[in-house]
């Protein structure tokens, strides 16, 4: 049986409409443009008006990669959501998307890991396309981080931002092109430094919750931050001994945005030039499940994407959990 390799074959991407800058910021807490750039690398933010909820942008940003790919949502098989902010407990996004996007032949499912939910719905999705059961996985990754931020909270309230992004899933034309390997983790003793302490079911909403603040995001964020760091790079560096790939093979390192010195360290710990980073950090903030599929799709509109480079992306959040993917990149710039 011949070897069936899953591709990125199209991408797609939505910010919301309300640019909030660090100047904004200083009107409404205690913080400046100067501390939230160099302690994060942030200069502004995306934030979505309430009411609309997370499934706005994430059937948005499916939609523009369905039309950039000129795919049909009726062909699609699957959709997989990653994602930490569904409109509601139930029912998932991926069912409320379908509907909204007309994918009336699809089935699929939110998967929720933190920071790290597209890469595990992407490598998921991947899974599906190896196995020659589905030819066309529509994975998403979007967040509405605006809804867990603490106003009171400055350490927490200027890293976040929302956003979305898609990728279109096809076995790949040319089995050395596609998604080569992928390394994941999960370590549940970090789950205490990055979490939302209500709204789920051992402690659900109550007058006593909201009063508290419970149902917004808290962190340790120098953990948060030594972990990222360590996990992401080492992630990285097996994945290409593994593939015998040297820091110079290397063409695109595409890391997750939490903050530009959590990439930075992590490109200095892997020994990989600057260069070839992908940073959009200053635009979007950290999008959680939104940032990969944003850099991916950025990185391609830039031109920095070319057929058959070496591309390896990284993620670490909430749980903790972390991993890595190593591509040869299969879209043709002239598609
Ligand atoms: N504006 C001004 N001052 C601030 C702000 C702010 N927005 N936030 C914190 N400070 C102050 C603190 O109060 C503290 O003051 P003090 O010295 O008087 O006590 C000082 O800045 C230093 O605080 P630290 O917490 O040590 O600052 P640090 O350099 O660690 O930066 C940050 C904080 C940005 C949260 C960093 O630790 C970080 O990015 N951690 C990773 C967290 C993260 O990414 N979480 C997202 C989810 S997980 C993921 O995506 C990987």
């Not at 929302?162 to 899933?169: C, K, Q, S, T």
């Not at 994941?184 to 209500?198: F, H, R």
């Not at 959680?288 to 057929?307: H, M, N």
Request: charged share 20%.
């Amino acid at each position: 049986m011949s070897l069936i390799r899953a591709a990125i074959t199209s991408l797609g991407k939505f910010l919301p409409e309300r640019v909030v800058t660090n100047k904004d910021l200083e009107k409404i807490m205690d913080t400046s443009d100067e501390w939230i750039v160099q302690r994060t690398g942030i200069r502004q933010r995306h934030f979505l008006d309430p009411g609309l909820g997370n499934s706005y942008m994430a059937s948005r940003a499916a939609t523009d990669c369905l039309t950039r790919a000129g795919v049909s949502p009726s062909e699609i098989d699957t959709i997989i959501v990653g994602t930490i902010s569904a409109d509601n407990p139930f029912p998932s996004t991926a069912c409320i998307i379908q509907e909204m996007i007309g994918a009336d032949n699809a089935w699929g499912f939110d998967l929720t890991a933190g920071c790290s939910g597209f890469l595990f719905a992407l490598i998921t999705g991947a899974q599906f396309i190896e196995s020659g059961r589905y030819r066309k996985v529509l994975v998403v990754g979007s967040d509405m981080n605006s809804m867990y931020l603490n106003p009171e909270d400055r350490s927490t309230y200027v890293i976040f931002g929302d956003g979305a992004g898609a990728v279109l899933l096809e076995p790949s034309a040319d089995p050395e092109l596609g998604i080569i390997d992928f390394m994941s983790q999960i370590d549940g003793a970090g789950g205490q430094y990055l979490t939302v302490k209500a709204g789920g079911s051992k402690r659900p909403a109550t007058f006593e919750t909201v009063q508290n603040k419970e149902h917004f995001v808290q962190q340790d964020g120098r953990t948060v931050f030594k972990f990222a760091v360590k996990n992401m790079a080492d992630v990285s560096v097996a994945i290409m001994k593994r593939n015998n790939i040297g820091s110079d093979d290397l063409d695109l390192f595409v890391p997750h945005q939490a903050n530009l010195r959590i990439i930075e360290a992590c490109a200095k710990r892997m020994k990989i030039s600057p260069d070839i980073v992908i940073v959009n950090i200053d635009k979007y903030a950290n999008t959680t499940c939104g940032t990969l599929p944003l850099a991916l799709c950025d990185a391609e509109e830039q031109g920095r994407l070319k057929k058959g480079d070496r591309v390896i992306a990284a993620a670490f959040g909430a749980g903790f959990t972390w991993g890595s993917v190593y591509f040869r990149w299969a879209m043709d710039r002239d598609r």
